[in-house]
């Protein structure tokens, strides 16, 4: 059983940094594709980032070049960079790392508020 565990969030001021990092026990997240998604109170879940197998990657309007998504191999984990933090980007985030129809994994989530 593949479990992901998310682990560098919290509290960081507007225009502060914070980095999130995904890691898998039990597989490679080599290979899975991995999304960053985030749920804010009484907002939809929405997909934040992704990076594909190959390294493809892809970000919501709203976090194009304020975020950044990476793979670490030797950490076997995806990482989330995130800049030029704002009030909105306050949210609970979750990691998904999908592999097939049949193993498809979520995180526990993580707290990121931004707040001054």
């Known amino acids: 059983q593949v479990r992901l565990v998310e682990s560098g969030g919290g509290l960081a001021q507007p225009g502060g940094s914070l980095r999130l990092s995904c890691a898998t026990v039990g597989s490679r997240i080599s290979y899975a594709t991995v999304g960053w998604y985030r749920q804010a109170p009484e907002k939809p879940r929405e997909l934040v980032a992704s990076?594909?197998?190959?390294?493809?990657?892809s970000y919501a309007d709203s976090v194009k070049g304020r975020f950044t998504i990476s793979r670490d191999p030797v950490e076997n984990s995806v990482d989330l960079q995130m800049n030029s933090l704002k009030p909105e980007d306050t949210a609970v985030y979750y990691c998904n790392a999908h592999y097939s129809l049949d193993h498809d994994f979520w995180g526990q989530g993580i707290r990121v508020t931004i707040s001054s």
């Open positions: 990076i594909t197998r190959p390294g493809d990657t």
